[in-house]
């Protein structure tokens, strides 16, 4: 029998809420697997928080040298991974062939045949480095069998159904701002990058979630593959199946779960552990806002909005927001250690200290 409590733990430690803190910004990003990348100001505290110094390095210099990724992925939302498992959760994504749907082609005004010798124009629009949309749009223009799809690259509902897929298949990924307008650059330096397995990348990604979110719960997987990543449930379960012996099947608070089969390293951490982390972290999208064990059905909507939550041993118990240059917490449950509290809002004092002042870009929830 795995107790849930226990398991939340364990969990906190191996994502580097508690000591001892990640080492850098990618030893986060690879402990969580994704970081939502917006709102940005959420995203760059979600990552100082779990750094041992969180002024060391920060979110822009690792994506700009390339050793994060930002790509759309979960809910055709956009995503900080590392290269390895960007390519990994893509290549899922492409389970759903959305752009095969009538419905997805008349957005982008293109036709299938259109694809290979769109992707290869695009990688070359991006060969001198990031471009925007425009730029990219006037490189199509300048094509006569490509000309057709520049309106639609430029801008509007027509340019995610152009540039999502080039994602997805690990042609793209977002370059830095220029301006305020987003860029695209290339994800992998070779001319074409070769079709992913879609199995084997879904076998890796079944088991790393499990190391990075285990144990998990049917729930828990349909969240992050199905409803996140498009994936068939009857595609995710295949991939569980083919884990065979690398995986095990577990109880968790009575409700029947997987884990992996070899123990993760990094201990669990001590009981009465207070933690503040922003809202859309990792710690609440990994397993989703509907597990219980993480999040209380009453604090449900308030995490989906994006309140930013008080943790007790990894269950929210509170939220907490920024209040001109100061931190206050709200709706606190009771018998929460006020000692771990007030330790835990001067670590996050210490990590919005190390940001370009602690109300920038925040709504302050």
């Known amino acids: 029998m795995h107790d849930g409590a226990r398991a939340l ?21 690879r402990r969580v697997l994704a970081v939502r990348a917006w709102p940005s100001w959420n995203t760059r505290v ?11 390095g920060t979110l822009e210099q690792a994506l700009d040298a390339g050793a994060l990724v930002r790509a ?26 959305m752009w095969e749907t009538a419905r997805w082609q008349a957005q982008g005004g293109f036709a299938l045949a259109d694809w290979a010798p769109l992707r290869e124009a695009v990688r070359e629009a991006l ?4 471009a925007t949309r425009a730029e990219i749009a006037a490189h199509l223009e300048r094509s006569a069998s490509l000309r057709h799809l520049a309106p639609a690259a430029a801008t509007g509902a027509g340019s995610d159904a152009l540039y999502k897929p080039l994602h997805w298949w690990s042609d793209l990924a977002f370059g830095p701002d220029r301006d305020g307008v987003s860029t695209f650059r290339l994800l992998s330096p070779e001319p074409l990058p070769a079709t992913p397995d879609v199995d084997e990348a879904g076998r890796r990604a079944v088991l790393d979630h499990l190391l990075a979110y285990g144990p998990a719960t049917e729930a828990n997987l349909r969240y992050w593959f199905t409803e996140g990543l498009g994936a ?25 779960a997987w884990a992996p089969s070899t123990a993760v390293a990094g201990g669990e951490a ?34 989906s909005a994006g309140r930013h939550p008080v943790l007790l041993d990894g ?7 920024v209040a001109g240059a100061d ?39």
Do not use: N
């Open 72 to 97: 759309y992925a979960f809910r055709g939302g956009s995503y900080v991974m590392t290269p390895a498992v960007a390519r990994t959760l893509l290549a899922v994504r492409t389970t759903t062939r």
């Open 9 to 29: 733990l364990g969990r906190l430690r191996r994502q580097a809420l508690v000591p001892p803190w990640a080492s850098d910004v990618v030893d986060v990003v």
């Open 270 to 303: 001590a009981g009465g552990t207070v933690v503040l982390v922003p809202g859309y972290d990792p710690w609440v999208l990994g397993p989703g806002t509907a597990d219980s064990r993480v999040v209380p059905p009453a604090r449900r909507s308030l995490l």
């Open 46 to 56: 979600a990552v100082a928080t779990r750094l041992a110094d969180p002024a060391r």
């Open 315 to 321: 269950r929210v118990v509170g939220t907490w927001r």
């Open 327 to 365: 931190v206050r917490t709200e709706a606190i449950d009771d018998g929460v250690p006020a000692e771990a509290l007030a330790a835990a809002v001067a670590r996050l004092r210490v990590v919005l200290d190390g940001l370009d002042g602690p109300s920038a870009g925040t709504p302050g929830r």
């Open 232 to 256: 068939p449930w009857r595609r995710v379960h295949g991939w569980l199946t083919d884990l065979g012996d690398r995986v095990r099947e577990v109880t968790v608070d009575g409700a029947p």
């Open 127 to 130: 060969a001198d480095g990031p």
